[in-house]
């Protein structure tokens, strides 16, 4: 971990970064500034660290002041002697305020604290950026047949299965409707929690299963509603995913 110190009193500083050696082995101290001035120049020319440590006052003014000619993109924690600057620490985003003399127990419970934040975050992070990347499914189609167009939602298709060249998708009220596209386009266009790839004639919602029979060579024959002439029969190499599916464990 890389931590910036600005603290203008000398002893202040010792303490503080041997109370960080002791807390967190290994951390690096990349600079130490005394100054609104030399703390400006350094962050206006060097990559932000993982955490600061900031004095409120300073040699040539208070650490709002920094704060105010400049954006530092790292968690600060304030140090000060004086306790009428917390509301102005809580309104710049600080991670804790601790007062001096510093405790190595209130040190590591700030520290703590960072950890929880960044936990937290990279949660979020995680979340939205599934969010965002999630794929965008098909939830209606437009089915024309003759001079007739009607729209068909994607969760009224039972399944889709291949016939005479053409692709059909058969409603669970029993409605067969002509699709555009191919069985291999289906598949990639329906969510795949709910629709699943039986073999290469049918595509089937999984609300649509009315009844499942193993068969030899672990293959599995699956009784559809709507029902068909000749029910539908999983491939052995298929039956690992399908079971899977089943199981919502894709």
């Not at 890389?2 to 503080?16: F, G, K, Q």
């Not at 290994?26 to 993982?50: C, E, L, M, Q, R």
């Not at 007062?99 to 949660?123: G, H, R, T, V, Y």
């Not at 068909?152 to 399944?159: C, F, P």
Request: net charge negative; aromatic share 10%; charged share 30%.
């Amino acid at each position: 971990m890389n931590v910036v110190i600005i603290e203008d009193e000398m002893p202040a500083y010792r303490r503080l970064a041997k109370l960080i050696d002791e807390t967190l082995p290994g951390t690096t101290i990349v600079a130490h500034h005394d100054s609104v001035a030399d703390a400006h120049a350094w962050f206006s020319t060097n990559k932000s660290p993982d955490i600061v440590f900031m004095d409120v006052h300073l040699a040539d003014g208070s650490a709002f002041d920094l704060l105010k000619i400049i954006k530092i993109d790292a968690p600060i924690i304030f140090t000060t002697a004086f306790d009428q600057y917390a509301i102005d620490a809580f309104k710049a985003s600080s991670i804790d305020y601790l007062m001096k003399p510093i405790k190595k127990e209130e040190l590591k419970s700030a520290l703590d604290k960072l950890d929880e934040f960044k936990k937290l975050f990279n949660e979020k992070s995680l979340a939205l950026e599934q969010a965002f990347n999630a794929p965008e499914y098909k939830r209606r189609f437009v089915i024309r047949f003759g001079e007739h167009i009607k729209t068909l939602e994607a969760d009224q298709i039972a399944y889709c299965y291949s016939e005479n060249k053409g692709t059909m998708a058969r409603t669970f009220e029993g409605r067969n409707y002509p699709m555009d596209h191919n069985l291999d386009a289906l598949q990639g266009m329906l969510d795949p929690k709910t629709f699943f790839r039986l073999n290469r004639q049918y595509l089937i919602n999984i609300k649509s299963i009315e009844d499942m029979k193993s068969h030899t060579k672990a293959r599995v024959i699956v009784t559809l509603r709507p029902a068909v002439k000749e029910a539908p029969v999983v491939s052995s190499e298929r039956a690992a995913d399908f079971k899977k599916w089943l199981a919502d464990d894709i």
